[in-house]
Antibody, heavy 123, light 110 residues
Framework: QVQLQQWGAGLLKPSETLSLTCAVYGGSFSDYFWSWIRQPPGKGLEWIGEINHSGNTNYNPSLKNRVTMSGDTSKNQFSLRLDSVTAADTAAYYC?????????????????WGQGTLVTVSS | QSVLTQSPSASGTPGQRVTISCSGS????????VNWYQQLPGTAPKLLIYSNNQRPSGVPGRFSGSKSGTSASLAISGLQSEDEVDYYC???????????FGGGTKVTVL
């Protein structure tokens, strides 16, 4: 069973860069697609984007200009970078694996999740 | 404002059947499968139903999902106190090219 462990800075100032990493255990980064999802305090879930084992990415257009996702096959990790953060980016950020089966991957099916990282943006 | 529409709350007494609805459009629910997530306070969401009506291993059989047209439903049969948490629906949207979520439904066990 895949387990995801994530880490990164929890307190940022406006205009700084958010950087989170998610390590994959019990599975291979090369075998699946991987996503980042965030949840502002007391609010619903927002999909940030996904990356596959080939390094191909697909970002939410609402964040596209500020988001970069990358993967490291050798370390079995993938990362999220969000530039120029503001208070509106304050949220719990989750990494998640995308379910793949029968030769297809289903972008809205997140079968395993990291524990979450609360990122607060405040001056 | 979420692309998928869920009622903010639902309630029932222990043992009752509760249904949560998720309404979308032809570009999301109408053309893609629906997934449901359960979220306990302070924890990551957990996949509860995938591909409209499939339960991952370990999910109790009292949770079931269905889809018709541009709407989907999650049913909880035999409601238990531990079911008093938040539930979210999700699907891919072909027009927006993003995963879209419902705003979430909080279930209360009376």
């Amino acid at each position: 069973q895949v387990q995801l462990q994530q880490w990164g800075a929890g307190l940022l100032k406006p205009s700084e860069t958010l950087s989170l990493t998610c390590a994959v255990y019990g599975g291979s980064f090369s075998d699946y697609f991987w996503s980042w999802i965030r949840q502002p305090p007391g609010k619903g879930l927002e999909w940030i984007g996904e990356i596959n084992h080939s390094g191909n990415t697909n970002y939410n257009p609402s964040l596209k200009n500020r988001v970069t996702m990358s993967g490291d096959t050798s370390k079995n990790q993938f990362s999220l970078r969000l530039d120029s953060v503001t208070a509106a980016d304050t949220a719990a950020y989750y990494c998640a694996s995308v379910y793949c089966g029968g030769g297809s991957c289903y972008s809205a099916t997140f079968n395993f999740w990291g524990q979450g990282t609360l990122v607060t943006v405040s001056s | 404002q979420s692309v998928l529409t869920q009622s903010p709350s639902a309630s029932g007494t222990p043992g009752q059947r509760v249904t949560i609805s998720c309404s979308g459009s032809s570009s999301n629910i109408g053309s893609n499968t629906v997934n449901w997530y359960q979220q306990l306070p302070g924890t990551a969401p957990k996949l509860l139903i995938y591909s409209n009506n499939q339960r991952p291993s370990g999910v109790p059989g009292r949770f079931s999902g269905s889809k018709s047209g541009t709407s989907a439903s999650l049913a909880i049969s035999g409601l238990q106190s531990e079911d008093e948490v938040d539930y979210y629906c999700a699907a891919w949207d072909d027009s927006l090219n993003v995963v879209v979520f419902g705003g979430g439904t909080k279930v209360t066990v009376l």
